[in-house]
């Protein structure tokens, strides 16, 4: 069975998050030939504090970016 983990930012919107779910599977099980019910969609949602891109962190970054001093 195919996993599919998908990491970002958090998606607030629940319905957002099932489209998302349905249009991966839907891929998937056109791609794999497979049965929708064996493929398996996990989305990890990482806050901007726990995620560093090019030595920086996102929360820095976005503070930068906003004028404000970083914590």
């Known amino acids: 069975m195919p996993n599919i983990t998908i990491e970002g930012p958090q998606i607030k919107d629940l319905d957002l998050k099932r489209e998302l779910v349905r249009g991966v599977t839907e891929l998937t ?4 030939g497979l ?11 990482n806050s901007p504090e726990n995620v560093g891109v090019g030595g920086e962190l996102i929360i ?3 503070q930068r970016e906003a004028g404000k001093p970083s914590e």
């Open 29 to 32: 099980h056109k791609a794999y």
């Open 35 to 45: 049965p929708k019910n064996v493929i398996v969609v996990v989305i990890k949602e």
């Open 60 to 62: 820095d970054r976005i």
